[in-house]
């Protein structure tokens, strides 16, 4: 008889070709998952999971969050929230050497805390910024860079799809990710402006100055703003503060985007329709990956593919740093060939038994003596730094989505020109994993302080 384990190995070797080849990974997972159960355990065990196992995985309450959460952002989108925040941020920015690009993270920043989504953000602000960028006559790359970078601020700053789904995975508490996550978002957000900053002050002619804008403009423009922070505010405070959980914060997150954009922006019912359209659309496709990551899972957890590796880095005497090291750099490997979330529901299950074998003291045979802290805080700590990671995967070679969806938009702008534009950017979000990865206090500080 064949070894399981050797089974799960060539099952992957096969999910990884089929990748390669632009098999959507969905389907790639269901096949590869379907045949390795069945040639484990026979057809008969794989048809019978086959009649509860979708009901099982898409019956779960925390993932009702997540097509609410895809609303809200389709109707941010359509409802001119992106042209309110851009118009402000410029008002406050614009006047400073490379101001607008600064602007242009800004109102990333805001828009993705409504959005959620990183192609969305990166898609939506172009179209927004980047006429003005070239008004001003940035540099290609400046411009372009500035863009496809500030769209993944909108994958970490809550609320996000993919930090939900990390959540139910390892079944942590979504709004303690919420929470770890906001620290790092803004840290992502300073560190960002610092680099326009560095790289006008080195390249003067890639960012000019923008024109100051007059008091009444500036005024009309600040007030234009505030009700897209009371959104956040009361969606996102509102989780924090445990006035309610993330699903009816979602829901109520999209009846104000919906009324915001139907006063202020006439939103027609048209658009009304193409955003619900929209979010079946993407929450159909999350959910079908949902559930070939977990036929993927059964079949690798009968093939004994995460306990085998998890005792064979327990066995091999690494530091439980490196360990941690070496996942991240996969991540960042692979977020080259494929998008975040797949990366996430594909990675996170055979990563995960790893690092809990590590710290509940296979090596030290002490509770926490791996990472020097509790399983659940561990939990938290390395959802945010696989998320930030991931985001790196959105602005690197040679998949780069955020760099495509801002080349589409610049087509006279040599793609070549946007990802030196990005290497700025990909170097502070470096020295951003080094920080949370030395001090793991800013990702738990504030879920400790207000979770209790």
Same mark, same amino acid.
């Given at each position: 008889m064949t070894d399981p384990l050797l089974i799960g190995v060539a099952g992957l070797a096969v999910l990884i070709f089929l990748i390669v080849i632009r098999m959507p990974i969905a389907y790639a997972m269901i096949l590869v998952g379907g045949i390795g159960v069945t040639l484990l355990s026979g057809a008969a065990i794989f048809m019978s999971q086959l009649k509860t196992l979708a009901y099982g995985q898409f019956s779960i309450f925390d993932l009702s969050v997540v097509p609410m959460f895809v609303l809200m952002g389709a109707l941010a989108t359509r409802a001119g929230l992106s042209q309110d925040m851009f118009r402000a941020a410029n008002a406050w920015f614009g006047w400073l050497r490379g101001g607008? %690009?600064?602007a242009a993270i800004a109102a990333c920043a805001t828009f993705g805390a409504v959005c959620g989504s990183s192609l969305a953000t990166a898609s939506t602000m172009g179209k927004v910024a980047?006429?003005?960028?070239?008004?001003? *006559?940035?540099?290609?790359?400046?411009?372009? $860079?500035?863009?496809?970078?500030?769209?993944?601020? $909108?994958?970490?700053?809550?609320?996000?799809?993919?930090?939900?789904?990390?959540?139910?995975?390892?079944?942590? *508490?979504?709004?303690?990710?919420?929470?770890?996550a906001l620290l790092p978002g803004i840290m992502a957000v300073c560190l960002f402006l610092l680099t326009i900053a560095l790289y006008v002050a080195i &390249?003067?002619?890639?960012?000019?100055?923008?024109?100051?804008? $007059?008091?009444?403009?500036?005024?009309?423009?600040?007030i234009n703003m505030i009700p897209v922070l009371v959104i956040f505010l009361l969606v996102i405070g509102g989780i924090y503060a445990g006035f309610f959980n993330p699903t009816p914060a979602a829901a109520v997150g999209v009846f104000l985007v919906w009324a915001y954009g139907a006063v202020h922006r006439g939103l027609r019912w048209a658009e009304l329709k193409d955003s619900l359209l929209e979010t079946a659309r993407t929450t159909g496709m999350i959910y079908l990956i949902l559930l070939g990551a977990e036929m993927l899972k059964i079949f690798m957890s009968r093939a004994g593919?995460?306990? %085998?590796?998890?005792?064979?880095?327990?066995?091999?005497?690494?530091?439980?740093?490196?360990?941690?090291?070496?996942?991240?750099?996969?991540?960042?490997?692979?977020?080259?060939?494929?998008?975040?979330?797949?990366m996430i529901l594909l990675v996170i299950p055979f990563f995960w038994p790893v690092l809990v074998e590590i710290n509940g003291g296979l090596y030290q045979g002490a509770e926490g003596a791996g990472y020097g802290m509790s399983t659940e805080d561990l939990k938290v700590w390395f959802g945010i730094l696989s998320l930030v990671v991931v985001e790196l995967g959105l602005i690197t070679p040679p998949v780069g989505l955020n760099v495509f969806v801002i080349s589409a938009l610049a087509k006279d702008i040599p793609m070549i020109q946007t990802f030196k534009g990005v290497a700025?950017?990909?170097? %502070?979000?470096?020295?951003? &994993?080094?920080?949370?990865?030395?001090?793991?206090?800013?990702?738990?500080?504030?879920?400790?302080?207000?979770? $209790?």
């Open positions: 607008t %690009a600064m980047l006429p003005e960028l070239r008004r001003y *006559n940035y540099s290609g790359s400046l411009a372009t $860079g500035t863009l496809a970078a500030g769209g993944v601020l $909108g994958i970490l700053i809550p609320p996000s799809v993919v930090l939900i789904i990390y959540a139910i995975i390892v079944e942590a *508490n979504i709004v303690t990710m919420f929470m770890a &390249v003067p002619d890639a960012g000019p100055r923008g024109d100051r804008v $007059g008091q009444t403009e500036f005024v009309d423009a600040t593919v995460p306990q %085998a590796t998890a005792e064979w880095i327990g066995q091999s005497g690494m530091d439980p740093m490196l360990v941690m090291v070496l996942l991240l750099l996969g991540l960042i490997v692979l977020g080259c060939l494929m998008d975040s979330l797949s700025p950017f990909f170097g %502070a979000e470096m020295v951003r &994993v080094l920080i949370l990865l030395a001090f793991p206090a800013i990702t738990l500080w504030l879920p400790h302080l207000l979770g $209790g």
